[in-house]
């Protein structure tokens, strides 16, 4: 469900394609290997730099200007280059691996999951009995209009009741969603919430933009094309059926809520009675809660975004129903649906992301069962307590945040001390009772995708009456980090964890500081920002900021909404946007992944720190934490992606990661000899955290 994304604050991140080493068994036990790797490193670094760019005019270019020649993404037919794509290829690498082998390691759960991805190359052996494993699912629920014609019984139709037992049955969503989620303001509990269904475009300005057309383009053709291959309907009926399709897809989207919408804003708590009074008799609530959840429901509901509901019932009353019936059949066999390639390799990679979609949590936990190093785990652990003390420094001092009010300060303080930090391994779950009701095969992808989600959709029914469980996002906790808020918690994903892409313990910690500390101490300042400050430190939503301090909050905010809404992005002016929480994090992040490293080189001046430099670079220790800062960000965006990025994606584009938070930082200037003035040294700064 879409609102599951409001509560879990995660980044896909652009940034660099990296010179690292790829063999799993490379060794740094040697004072060769240590070396090579260093000096590795120094020509990546250089690499990337235009050492023309003038570091006080735009140090993006200084760090990154020559990064988009090395990487393209036009010449490497991709959407981006960086290293969040560089981090994710070298994860499917490492997972393609394991699940393509069988080692003396694997437990039960892992032969059933390498038995679904195995289902999954095979999925050519099914033949012609592919589509009548797919008409079955939908005989289980009524007929289809486009496969039936002119014998189909509009009459006969109940969408609400066939979505309804679907998702009993599969836990398929489609039109409007009842599920189950933790109480936003007692988050030990579970609750059910009513909303939308979650769209394959995801975002509203995916449906409605002009910059976007060409997504629902190829959406388009996707859909004719399963109904053409998958359902054996002729080309021009699946070309009418697919327009008549995405044409109510779009209609429904117009009630999508925008991202500048707050939670609480969005949800509402209610009984199933006055919700029922709401949208009765075009949206049957009751019905919908009792068939979907398999009992009468009798305690308070949440609705989340009723725009989306209350837009819901026109488009019902005049779509018709025809359209309506091929709409939701066409989203119960969507998961079903997998076309085989030609190219064994792209079938292989194309499988490692299905296998990952259905079952995130154990192929996350069979790597890091492969690959963990304790003294990685060690290390993020120590950095995490460097960024919380230093962050509590900060939280302490009235000159620093004078713009909070004492009381307020000191639920911060809580806060921040009840925040935990954890490596997302799922090595505390009981994979063997999860999978009690599971025998997968690896002949038949259809059953075993039918056999998952009814095990999905029964787990989600009874969470009903348990005990609130961690949140799970499935593969959206595999690569990004995120601050889960109704939780108060980081988790760090496994990706992270491989070694020599952004960290390594024989780079200097000024790397490891300006790359991973930075993105950790990103998601700690969103546990701050305008939706984190929302949850205290329980997790529940909480307004606890006084009036003074939260008035304070938003006139700060306005001057980053001024100063990144003067940036242009290849000719194309940046949306102007009151949400500020990915600048505002941004900026502390970045303030504090400094700060804290500031401290511990002081802290070691005793000691030898020929290490925090790399050789045969000029750079001092600090000048290469905001170097490896800023090559973060490094990235290369194809040409056709660009509009939707901008139109699209609520973090700035990679070169304003890089300005924005740099130019507003004081320490920066510092360390580059940035005159007052200049582009980097604004004399205006914006400042938060």
Not at 134 to 144: D, H, P, V, Y
Not at 273 to 299: C, F, H, N, W
Not at 441 to 466: G, P
Request: hydrophobic share 35%.
């Amino acid at each position: 469900m879409r609102l599951l994304r409001i509560f879990i604050i995660c980044h896909v991140l652009m940034a660099l394609t990296l010179a690292a080493p790829t063999k799993d068994d490379l060794t740094q036990d040697t004072p060769y290997i240590r070396e090579l790797l260093r000096q590795a490193k120094t020509s990546e670094i250089e690499s990337f730099m235009d050492l023309k760019a003038d570091p006080c005019h735009d140090f993006y270019s200084f760090s990154c200007g020559n990064y988009a020649r090395i990487n393209s993404a036009l010449s490497m037919q991709v959407f981006t280059t960086g290293v969040f794509e560089t981090l994710n290829n070298g994860l499917n690498r490492k997972v393609l691996k394991m699940l393509n082998t069988y080692d003396t390691n694997d437990t039960p759960e892992d032969i059933q999951v390498k038995h679904f991805y195995e289902s999954c190359l095979r999925i050519e052996e099914l033949n012609y009995t592919y589509s009548e494993k797919l008409k079955r699912l939908i005989a289980e629920f009524g007929t289809m209009p486009v496969l039936e014609g002119s014998s189909w019984k509009e009459e006969d139709f109940d969408w609400l009741g066939t979505i309804a037992r679907i998702a009993y049955q599969y836990g398929k969503t489609a039109i409007i969603s009842a599920d189950v989620f933790k109480d936003i303001t007692s988050n030990q509990r579970n609750r059910i919430y009513i909303g939308a269904q979650n769209f394959p475009l995801q975002e509203r300005s995916m449906y409605l933009n002009n910059e976007t057309l060409i997504y629902r383009k190829k959406y388009l053709n996707v859909m004719q094309s399963i109904l053409q291959r998958f359902l054996a309907v002729e080309e021009e009926l699946a070309k009418q059926t697919a327009k008549e399709l995405l044409d109510f897809e779009v209609d429904l989207a117009q009630g999508l809520s925008s991202p500048d919408q707050g939670i609480n804003e969005l949800a509402e708590l209610l009984s199933v009675a006055e919700m029922q009074a709401r949208y009765s008799p075009t949206i049957d609530i009751k019905r919908l809660l009792s068939v979907s959840m398999g009992e009468p429901i009798l305690e308070e509901i949440y609705e989340y975004n009723k725009f989306y509901q209350q837009n819901l019932v026109e488009v019902i009353k005049r779509t018709p129903k025809r359209t309506v019936a091929n709409y939701i059949f066409l989203r119960l066999i969507w998961e079903f649906v997998k076309s085989p390639s030609d190219k064994p390799e792209e079938q292989k990679k194309a499988c490692v992301n299905i296998t990952t979609k259905f079952f995130a949590k154990n192929v996350d936990n069979i790597f890091y069962r492969r690959y963990n190093n304790e003294k990685t785990s060690k290390e993020i652990e120590n950095m995490w307590r460097q960024l919380k003390s230093t962050f509590n420094e900060t939280l302490l001092s009235s000159q620093a945040l004078d713009w909070i009010d004492r009381p307020t300060r000191n639920l911060a303080i809580a806060k921040l001390q009840a925040m935990t930090l954890k490596v997302n391994n799922y090595a505390e779950d009981n994979f063997t009772e999860e999978f009690a009701d599971l025998n997968l095969q690896s002949s038949d992808y259809v059953e075993n995708v039918r056999q998952t989600s009814l095990l999905a959709a029964k787990q989600k029914r009874e969470s009903l009456h348990q005990p609130a469980k961690p949140v799970e996002a499935g593969s959206m906790l595999s690569y990004s980090p995120a601050n889960i808020l109704i939780e108060n918690i980081i988790k760090v994903p496994v990706a992270l964890l491989q070694p020599f892409y952004i960290w390594s313990d024989v780079y200097p910690n000024a790397i490891m500081f300006g790359t991973l500390a930075f993105l950790i101490g990103h998601e700690l300042i969103h546990g701050f920002d305008e939706n984190g400050r929302q949850f205290d430190a329980n997790g529940n939503s909480n307004d606890w900021w006084d009036e003074r301090s939260s008035n304070n909050f938003l006139k700060r905010r306005e001057c980053f909404t001024k100063q990144y809404g003067r940036y242009v992005y290849d000719g194309i002016q940046l949306k102007d946007s009151t949400s500020q929480s990915e600048n505002i994090a941004d900026n502390g992040g970045m303030r504090l992944a400094y700060t804290a490293y500031r401290n511990w080189y002081e802290s070691q001046m005793e000691k030898d720190l020929a290490k925090e430099t790399l050789p045969n670079l000029k750079y001092t220790a600090k000048q290469l934490f905001f170097i490896t800062f800023a090559q973060f960000w490094c990235n290369d965006v194809h040409p056709k992606a660009k509009a939707l990025q901008v139109s699209t994606d609520k973090h700035m584009p990679g070169k304003f990661r890089v300005i924005g938070p740099l130019s507003n930082f004081d320490e920066f200037s510092k360390e580059f000899n940035c005159p007052s003035g200049s582009p980097m040294n604004p004399r205006e700064k914006c400042i938060l955290y």
